[in-house]
């Protein structure tokens, strides 16, 4: 007799099977959530997790942090709280067994005032963990999950009952596992918070350069400790990330506005076109004209 969570993984997977026959990534009807599949094994390619839970019914998937693996399945679910360039791949999937998957994103500030309104214990100050983690899946993520995609069948309801699904999955992340490490980002005044904002303002200001004493110094943190603390939750240092942004920015230029690479790279903040090929070429494994034109057979051939 199959148990209450394989009966809730296979209904599940049921329904974003059923949501993800028109390719590979398949945003629905609420904004924050969205569908993906793959039909067998990958490469490694590059994304930027945005805070997000993301979830595998059927599969396997790897995310590369710098040097950390995360490695989820229909066991766990994986947990970003902060904006992170990685690298990632599928590595369990087939044509008879693809990978299906959910990624439900967060607003941190919502959180921030979950935490407030649910008055959760307060925590004494830790070491900031990465941003980046994997937990076990729970009967109650899987139920509640079920729930906001059956609202896709009645998008009337949508509007209205979305959001109160969704908090109360953030309240069960936020009362589970990986709790701390939400809390740790959300709570206002922390160390993690206030890494965390700089992290947000370098996603916003990506192109413009900067000196880490003035990041440090908005964050009210000395300069090694901001060093140590951004190291410690994105597994790079200010500098790295900056150059993965710009880096993913331009490859999204080149791709979907055809811009070409000496234009994309002056776009993102780069000053040498020669300095910006070495880059990306070091980071997504081939050229710029030869990585976007690879990208487009691929995207071409689906």
Known sequence: MKSRMEVALETLRGSIARWTNDGEQNPSAIPSLSFFRED???????????PCMCMVVQGAKRVMLGNESYV????????????LPTFVQVIE???EKPLLGLKLTFDMQQVSQMLIDSNFPHHRAQKSDHGMAT???TLPLLTAFQRLIDLLDEEHDIRM????????????????????RLRQIAAA??????????????????SQQFRIDDLASQAHMSTSSFHNH??????????????????????????????????AAFQVGYESPSQFSREYNRLFGAP???????LRQMTEAV
């Not at 953030?170 to 596992?177: F, M």
């Not at 500098?239 to 942004?245: C, E, I, R, S, T």
Request: net charge positive; glycine share 4%; no cysteine.
């Open 72 to 83: 989820y399945n229909p066991r766990q679910y994986l947990i970003a709280s902060v904006d």
């Open 161 to 180: 009952l979305a959001p109160i699904i969704q908090k109360e999955i953030i309240y069960l992340l936020l009362v589970g596992e990986q709790g701390a």
């Open 288 to 294: 710029p004209l030869r990585d976007i034109t690879k």
């Open 93 to 95: 999937a087939s044509k």
């Open 135 to 137: 937990s076990e899946i």
């Open 189 to 206: 005044g922390s160390q993690s918070q206030r890494v965390a904002r700089a992290i947000e303002w370098l996603k916003n200001n990506y």
């Open 230 to 263: 951004f190291r410690s939750i994105t597994a790079q240092s200010p500098l790295q990330y900056q150059k993965h942004l710009r880096l993913h920015e331009a490859r999204r230029l080149m791709l979907t506005e055809s811009l070409d690479a000496a234009t």
């Open 40 to 50: 067998g094994p990958t490469e490694p390619f590059s994304a930027v997790y945005e």
